[in-house]
């Protein structure tokens, strides 16, 4: 049993000062998870911040262009912070900032989703009727990669990569199911559909965002967003 | 995601504050759930819940939340209550007409114009 509630969130972020709030977002919002007291949730914060502090001076010396990866593992009552350097090697564009967090796949992180996009949207030019479209669109993703796809299977990861630029944000969902064909699930905006309680989720991610695509039988979605209006 | 429950006659109000996304969703359904129970025990038979639900403070409602407020629709009216909704923000607003559910529900930004919405249903 004590294995089996234990949840591993792995988050990689690039390496400099302006991510430490993010940490710092996502390190309270996992905490609030553990039954710990909450002065003792506060310390766990501070020593978070500090250690991040302190390592991302150093890289930023060293290698300016590293991304910083651990792991988060939470039981019941403790939290773990280790380095992963196990995380996937990728190649990026030197104004690209990357940020990937995996999920184990229970709906209660559907809220760590929610502040993480809320944090990293600070750093991108888009207005706040757009921030809102966007978060949307990601909980939906999100929801629907560990509701449907993973079937809240705590053991199945979902994992949800956002790379900003200047002109956008891209945002790459992955999950470990079945996966499904797009074509298949009905319009809910078909009035015979209307008053049906489900089957919302891809439709409001579409119109939400400029652009999604389904790839991999749909268990890979990347859906992009523009800070103005691609012309067409 | 914290809900208040007040009553006004034999109005119940659901004073919705925080974001409506993933679990609360299956949270908020329940507690309509249970409202819709209440008054089908404490009635006459054919007892009906009419239900106003404040989302003033409510800033963010995914399709989950949306359609825990379409169920409780299609429940209420089945037993011959009412559901309005109150105090729309621009983005809950929005979604509504996004999904276009904007002709299922009737919707009020005063608490006095949705209690006498519900007397005239």
């Not at chain 1, 380095?83 to 809220?111: C, K, N, W």
């Not at chain 2, 034999?10 to 949270?27: H, M």
């Not at chain 2, 404490?42 to 995914?62: A, C, F, S, T, Y």
Request: charged share 25%; net charge negative; with cysteine.
């Amino acid at each position: 049993m004590g294995e089996r509630t234990e949840q591993v969130i792995t988050l990689s972020l690039p390496s400099s000062m302006q991510h430490i709030d993010l940490l710092k977002v996502i390190v309270t919002e996992i905490v609030k998870e553990t039954k710990l007291p909450e002065d003792i949730q506060e310390q766990i914060n501070l020593a978070v911040i500090e250690a991040g502090t302190k390592s991302t001076q150093h890289s930023n010396k060293e290698e300016p262009e590293k991304q910083w990866t651990f792991q988060l593992i939470l039981t019941e009552n403790t939290l773990t912070i280790v380095p992963d350097d196990e995380g996937e090697e990728f190649a990026r564009e030197e104004t690209e900032q990357v940020i990937t967090l995996s999920l184990p796949s229970s709906m209660q992180h559907v809220y760590l989703l929610d502040v993480v996009v809320t944090e990293i949207l600070k750093e991108i030019d888009f207005t706040e009727d757009i921030q809102e479209q966007i978060n949307l669109a990601v909980i939906e993703a999100g929801t629907n990669a560990i509701k449907h796809g993973n079937k809240e299977n705590p053991v199945k990861k979902a994992t949800i990569q956002f790379t900003l630029s200047e002109d956008r944000l891209v945002t790459i969902i992955k999950d470990e199911g079945d996966g499904f064909a797009r074509q298949e699930v009905a319009d809910p905006l078909d009035p015979e559909n209307l008053l049906k309680s489900s089957g919302r989720g891809l439709f409001l991610m579409e119109a939400c965002m400029d652009s999604v695509t389904y790839e991999d039988n749909g268990t890979i979605i990347k859906m992009v967003k523009y800070t103005r209006t691609p012309e067409l | 995601m914290q809900v208040n429950l007040r009553h006004k006659g034999s109005i119940t109000i659901l004073d919705i504050d925080g974001n409506v996304i993933g679990p609360d969703a299956l949270a908020l359904k329940n507690i309509i759930d249970q409202q819709i129970q209440v008054t089908h025990n404490e009635g006459e038979p054919g007892g009906k819940l009419n239900l106003i639900l404040n989302l003033e403070r409510v800033q963010m409602m995914d399709s989950s939340g949306l359609g825990v407020l379409v169920a409780a629709h299609t429940t209420i009216r089945r037993n011959e209550g009412s559901i309005v909704l109150l105090n729309l923000g621009g983005n809950i607003r929005s979604l509504i007409v996004m999904a276009k559910l904007m002709t299922i529900f009737n919707c009020y930004d005063s608490e006095a114009e949705a209690i006498a919405g519900i007397i005239r249903s």
